[in-house]
């Protein structure tokens, strides 16, 4: 795959995680390693970060990528919901910030053979961690009509959730959907023409999303890692979460909020957005969402 991964709100993460020399950090979602390299050149290299993602593609890349920083970064494969796990495997008790850039890269979401694009043809699969048993296409062709339309209405916010379900289970009784051309000639079937053509976004973004984050169960990671992580940060050290649609937004908001007084502080009063110039330059940073707290 040639498409590279742009780091989003970079000038935000360094003011927001305050990355200083001597101390250490976790990129809970390395991806591409954009992130980390930024903190590296920052510090020029005076600084531990270890780096962790669920999916092998994205830290081969990420290795290539800071091969000139090997002895400050170690990387590791794994889910960030296992953070407690992952930090005392690696011996580190406590660090000074913790980093979050949640969702998925540019390389995954181009890669067709991933299945995560409405906009290339490829294998309905969707998961980060391809070491894993359950695909998109397990769940369209296993789920009920109750349960598919529960998935697309909780977790895509879609309008059409219960019709399209009904036409899917309809439809899969004809010809199976494999892959994601299928699911998208369904999804345009099931969703009236007005509605599809007048919409800002593509007619099938909020079923790809509901998918995507049902096979991944994103929410329930984000919301246990949070919850450990802030046992797991020194005091005064940071938690810095970048989101990118509004069911994220919420947990993060309700875990910070929560704990607000109560052994940490949030910094980011108000969330914090990409500028305009960064939103023209990189589309893809357009719902980020920055919120950082400060423990102790
Ligand atoms: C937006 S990308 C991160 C890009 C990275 N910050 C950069 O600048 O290159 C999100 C990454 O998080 C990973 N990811 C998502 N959920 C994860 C989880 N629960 N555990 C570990 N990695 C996860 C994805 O595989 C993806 O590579």
Known sequence: MTSSHIPVMVQEVLSWLHPEEGNIYVDCTVGGGGHSKVILEKLKGKVKILGIDRDEEALKIARAELKSYAGQISLRKGNFRDLSVILAEEGIEKVDGVLYDLGLSTIQLD???????????????????????????????QLSAG???????????????????????????????????????????????????????HFATRIFQALRIQVNQELENIRESLSASFNLVRRKGRICVI??????????????????????????????KPSQEEIRKNPRARSAKLRSAEVG
């Open 243 to 272: 989101s990118y649609h509004s069911l994220e937004d919420r947990i993060v908001k309700e875990e910070f909020k929560k704990r607000s007084g109560r052994g940490i502080r949030i910094l980011t009063k108000k969330v914090v």
């Open 111 to 141: 890669n067709p053979g991933r299945g995560f694009s409405f906009r290339y043809d490829g294998p309905l699969d969707m998961r980060m961690d391809r070491g894993e048993f359950l695909t998109a296409a397990h769940l369209v062709k």
């Open 147 to 201: 349960e598919l339309g529960d998935i697309f209405f909780r977790l895509g916010q879609e309008r059409w959730a219960k019709r399209v379900a009904e036409f899917l289970v309809r439809e899969r009784r004809i010809h199976p959907i494999e892959t994601t051309s299928d699911l998208v000639r369904v999804i345009e079937k099931a969703i009236p023409a007005g509605v599809r053509t007048k919409g800002k976004i």
